[in-house]
């Protein structure tokens, strides 16, 4: 290799090595803090301290809930954050609730990715999902003027037969009572004590999605292996810049001494 | 190379780190296949109506053997004819539940999909080298699978739900096609 073709070599290799440098920084601070800690976790006791920051709480899904209630007929539906309560009945619920209405014997309540139909005593009939033909998100649920009860999204409407099982399109009317939320004061102290009691987020799960780069998403683990990779860059060039130097270095003392 | 040079590479950088994080922070739900689209796929572009599954109280009990817990629901919605029942059946894996569509014909499984993946996990199950493990198997009367599913390592939750609705599919079409006499 020519001395000119050699130059250039090392300045790209220095150029490289000082922005991967300073590029691999962030990283290197985050994974050397984040694995100290986690390496003592028992007697830092992270498991035990919850992190209770806002913004952290809402990225996470961890929403100070609010009560939305629905009374249909003799029956009441409150949602507050993912539980439910049928007739102060419990029963797990995703989404937020839009709307709910009275079928015969049972109830109907809509989310908006999906459709309950519930007993009165809680017990789940049916979960209706977009496979019945509904677009989703839904945001509003509604009987017609013929008793027909009706979904509305952004996408249309549709009309369900008496067994709500099939669910056709249909051309938006006027003569629909849509299901308004009634208020609710959150009478009952079960539903009030345990849907508003304070969740934290243990300190430990933060670090170890901090860590593994989970806390970025489905494709944070690969952005660490990114860092993994531009830190192994990193070693071979240093080293190899540090055999550069002193290879110059006895160069420069055999010169000085000749 | 000078200082502006280099100025000039780490905004671009930086830009590049950002639009590589936003769209990783926004990741949520992984829609594969709509389930309409897949029950469009499964009756060759024309579905029929959907039907209605009854559960008794036989039924809970065996859906219970096999999912380990009580089935959420009282009726189960399926798609038939010709002896070719379709299902959108869904199970939850660590946390959040896996959305699956699965095809089943004269008691033996045609094929099943991910339809909609929540996890933040074991995700791998949707290939179709997993998938096609299911292809042809039977309900023992044991009710489990009669061919040995093999596992993928991280997806240990995934794989045991698919395997499970895969059972539960099997199940309920043995039902409906009594009921149907095909």
Same mark, same amino acid.
């Given at each position: 290799?020519?001395?000119?073709?050699?130059?250039?070599?090392?300045?790209?290799?220095?150029?490289? +090595?000082?922005?991967?440098?300073?590029?691999?920084?962030?990283?290197?601070?985050?994974?050397?803090?984040?694995?100290?800690?986690?390496? +003592?976790?028992?007697?830092?006791?992270?498991?035990? *301290?919850?992190?209770?920051?806002?913004?952290?709480?809402?990225?996470?899904?961890? +929403?100070?809930?609010?009560?939305?209630?629905?009374?249909?007929?003799?029956?009441?539906?409150?949602?507050?954050?993912?539980?439910?309560?049928?007739?102060?009945?419990?029963?797990?619920?995703?989404?937020?609730?839009?709307?709910?209405?009275?079928?015969?014997?049972?109830?109907?309540?809509?989310?908006?990715?999906?459709?309950?139909?519930?007993? *009165?005593?809680?017990?789940?009939?049916?979960?209706?999902?977009?496979?019945?033909?509904?677009?989703?998100?839904?945001?509003?649920?509604?009987?017609?003027?013929?008793?027909?009860?009706?979904?509305?999204?952004?996408?249309?409407? #549709?009309?369900?037969?008496?067994?709500?099982?099939?669910?056709?399109?249909?051309?938006?009317?006027?003569?629909?009572? #849509?299901? *308004?939320?009634?208020?609710?004061?959150?009478?009952?102290?079960?539903?009030?004590?345990?849907?508003?009691?304070?969740?934290?987020?243990?300190?430990?799960?933060?670090?170890?999605?901090? +860590?593994?780069?989970?806390?970025?998403?489905?494709?944070?683990? #690969?952005?660490?292996?990114?860092?993994?990779?531009?830190?192994?860059?990193?070693?071979?060039?240093?080293? #190899?810049?540090?055999?550069?130097?002193?290879?110059?270095?006895?160069?420069?003392?055999?010169?000085?001494?000749? | 190379?000078?200082?502006? @040079?280099?100025?000039?590479?780490?905004?671009?950088?930086?830009?590049?780190?950002?639009?590589?994080?936003?769209?990783?922070?926004?990741?949520?739900?992984?829609?594969?296949?709509?389930?309409?689209?897949?029950?469009?796929?499964?009756?060759?572009?024309?579905?029929?109506?959907?039907?209605?599954?009854?559960?008794?109280?036989?039924?809970?009990?065996?859906?219970?053997?096999?999912?380990? =817990?009580?089935?959420?629901?009282?009726?189960?919605?399926?798609?038939?004819?010709?002896?070719?029942?379709?299902?959108?059946?869904?199970?939850?894996?660590?946390?959040?539940?896996?959305?699956?569509?699965?095809?089943?014909?004269?008691?033996?499984?045609?094929?099943? @999909?991910?339809?909609?993946? @929540?996890?933040?996990?074991?995700?791998?199950?949707?290939?179709?080298?997993?998938?096609?493990?299911?292809? @042809?198997?039977?309900?023992?009367?044991?009710?489990?699978?009669?061919?040995?599913?093999?596992?993928?390592?991280?997806?240990?939750?995934?794989?045991?739900?698919?395997?499970?609705?895969?059972?539960?599919?099997?199940?309920? =079409?043995?039902?409906?096609?009594?009921?149907?006499?095909?």
């Amino acid at each position: 290799m020519s001395t000119g073709h050699s130059h250039r070599w090392a300045s790209v290799l220095y150029s490289l +090595h000082r922005r991967l440098g300073a590029i691999a920084a962030v990283f290197v601070l985050l994974l050397s803090v984040s694995g100290v800690a986690l390496n +003592h976790t028992d007697s830092l006791a992270l498991a035990r *301290k919850e992190i209770n920051w806002r913004p952290l709480m809402d990225y996470y899904g961890l +929403h100070q809930p609010m009560a939305i209630s629905y009374t249909a007929g003799e029956s009441r539906v409150v949602q507050i954050g993912e539980g439910c309560w049928v007739n102060d009945i419990s029963l797990e619920c995703q989404g937020s609730l839009v709307g709910v209405l009275e079928v015969g014997v049972l109830l109907t309540a809509a989310f908006q990715d999906h459709i309950l139909l519930l007993t *009165k005593r809680g017990e789940i009939v049916e979960r209706i999902g977009s496979e019945s033909g509904i677009s989703m998100p839904i945001d509003g649920l509604g009987r017609d003027a013929q008793g027909a009860i009706r979904v509305r999204s952004a996408a249309g409407e #549709w009309v369900g037969d008496s067994e709500l099982l099939v669910w056709t399109p249909t051309a938006p009317v006027r003569a629909v009572h #849509w299901s *308004k939320p009634s208020s609710y004061t959150g009478e009952n102290p079960q539903t009030a004590t345990v849907s508003f009691s304070p969740v934290g987020l243990p300190l430990e799960r933060i670090l170890l999605d901090l +860590h593994s780069g989970r806390i970025f998403g489905t494709y944070g683990p #690969w952005l660490m292996d990114l860092a993994a990779l531009m830190m192994a860059l990193l070693a071979i060039s240093g080293v #190899w810049i540090r055999l550069r130097q002193r290879r110059q270095q006895r160069r420069r003392r055999r010169r000085s001494v000749s | 190379m000078d200082g502006r @040079r280099e100025d000039t590479f780490m905004y671009r950088y930086f830009l590049f780190v950002f639009l590589l994080i936003c769209p990783i922070v926004m990741a949520g739900d992984e829609v594969y296949q709509s389930p309409k689209s897949f029950l469009i796929e499964a009756f060759s572009g024309d579905p029929p109506a959907p039907s209605m599954l009854w559960l008794t109280p036989k039924l809970k009990e065996d859906a219970r053997t096999i999912l380990a =817990h009580a089935y959420i629901g009282l009726r189960v919605r399926y798609w038939l004819r010709g002896g070719r029942s379709a299902w959108v059946l869904e199970e939850i894996g660590k946390e959040k539940p896996i959305t699956v569509g699965l095809v089943v014909e004269a008691d033996r499984l045609e094929y099943l @999909r991910v339809l909609v993946f @929540r996890e933040s996990r074991g995700w791998e199950v949707r290939h179709g080298f997993f998938t096609e493990q299911f292809a @042809r198997t039977r309900l023992d009367s044991d009710l489990s699978l009669d061919k040995d599913i093999d596992g993928i390592s991280g997806a240990t939750l995934s794989v045991r739900a698919l395997t499970k609705l895969a059972r539960l599919a099997l199940l309920f =079409h043995r039902q409906v096609s009594n009921v149907d006499g095909s």
